[in-house]
């Protein structure tokens, strides 16, 4: 009866770890473009408003 499931298993599993590792690479992908886009920004003169301490509510 187990072995009726096996490949059933298996290929749940697989195809849980596919996805996990393809979301973790796109998570890996996008932050690598977004630090890009900042560094980009910065370095045409435009600043986060979180570094210029305005409006933290202090």
Do not use: C, K, Q
Request: charged share 20%; no cysteine; aromatic share 6%.
């Amino acid at each position: 009866m187990a072995d009726t499931h096996a490949f059933f298993i298996a290929a749940a599993y697989g195809a849980s770890a596919l996805a996990i590792a393809a979301l973790a690479l796109w998570i890996a992908l996008d932050g690598r473009a977004v630090r890009r886009r900042l560094a980009a920004m910065e370095a045409r003169g435009i600043r986060r408003r979180s570094s210029t301490g305005a409006g933290n509510g202090r």
